[in-house]
């Protein structure tokens, strides 16, 4: 007489029975914490650089307007406009790509397609939005009004890209995550396996260190790519205004215009100038960081001093949420540990 099997007799066979929903949902869990890492991290990254494009266009905005002599009406001298734009994208000291329109005119060569601008694009200009992103373009761009002199009509805009290079992601980042994936696979089968508790620690342990290192090694790129536009903005702003202090006919008391979004001061000689951008604390009482650099005005034999908030100050919630990532990750193997019982105490081998 033959045996009814255990499908038959109403039990599910072993390798099914252990397959319980939590061996499925923790894995599944586990990978979305991975994902959700490289989101964030790209998310926060591309914030940070859209915002620097954006500031570095408002002071090229407002470079162009006090280096420009005017033209009719609130217009500016054209010939001065152009050869001034075209000047500035061909600059040793500009990193990025730039371009400025008067309309639908660009005044520099198109490069990368971003003309004829979207309506989508340039409605919002139109209607007083400070900034808005272009991605019809080979390169993602960021634009900014570029007003009359009076700074009441909207005669085109000025666009900024590629200011700062991009550090998510780099190929550490990928081994990392190559690493985590592997490892989740082999955590998986130990603890759906095995049942000694020292073998599922290390499992658990494990996994969890190499997504941890994911998690930070991303945080530090993210900020090496904040501190990088600090640094970027603010040479930037140095070059810009000190390249109008010596030109012709510049009023000297419009320069701190060009640091539009800073905090600025005059200083008076005799001054020591810094090469480099110096970071500090604006007030010793509340610890506010800012980054500050010196540009020269020649003409008064003094200096203007420009502050901002640094970029990578701004970054303390990318943090937070990436420690929330690599909890959910701990949840999913913590899933997987009580969902796999493991073969009977005997069978453990």
Do not use: C
């Amino acid at each position: 007489m033959v045996a009814p099997s255990s499908s038959l007799s109403g039990q599910a066979p072993p390798v099914v029975s252990r397959l319980r929903w939590p061996v499925a949902a923790g894995p599944f869990l586990v990978l979305i914490a991975i994902i959700g890492l490289w989101w964030s991290s790209a998310q926060e990254e591309r914030r940070v650089v859209d915002q620097t494009d954006a500031a570095l266009a408002r002071h090229i905005a407002a470079f162009l307007r006090v280096l420009t002599p005017a033209g009719p009406g609130e217009n500016y001298d054209a010939p001065r406009l152009l050869s001034s734009a075209n000047a500035l994208a061909d600059a040793s000291f500009w990193r990025g790509g730039l371009q400025v329109s008067m309309g639908s005119v660009p005044l520099i060569p198109d490069t990368i397609g971003l003309l004829p601008l979207p309506d989508s694009l340039m409605l919002p200009l139109e209607r007083g939005a400070a900034a808005v992103v272009a991605t019809h373009a080979r390169h993602r761009a960021t634009l900014v009004p570029f007003l009359s002199r009076d700074q009441q009509t909207l005669l085109g805009w000025v666009a900024a890209w590629d200011s700062v290079e991009l550090q998510v992601p780099r190929g550490r980042h990928l081994f990392l995550t190559i690493l985590a994936v592997l490892g989740l696979s082999a955590a998986t089968v130990t603890l759906v396996r095995y049942t000694r508790p020292r073998w599922r620690l290390v499992a658990i342990l494990a996994e969890l260190g190499i997504i941890g290192l994911l998690a930070l090694t991303l945080w530090l790129s993210v900020y090496g790519t904040a501190s990088t536009a600090t640094d970027t903005r603010l040479l930037t702003l140095r070059r810009l205004v000190e390249v109008a202090a010596t030109a012709a006919g510049v009023q000297q008391s419009r320069l701190p215009e060009i640091g539009t979004g800073t905090f600025s001061r005059k200083l008076s000689a005799p001054l020591v100038f810094p090469d480099d951008v110096v970071r500090g604390d604006a007030d010793p009482d509340n610890d506010t960081p800012v980054a500050r650099i010196i540009a020269a005005t020649p003409r008064n034999q003094g200096g203007l001093e420009f502050r901002v908030t640094p970029a990578e100050s701004d970054l303390e919630n990318l943090g937070g949420v990436l420690l929330a990532w690599v909890a959910l990750a701990a949840v999913g193997l913590g899933l997987t540990a009580t969902g796999g019982q493991g073969p009977p105490a005997g069978e453990s081998g």
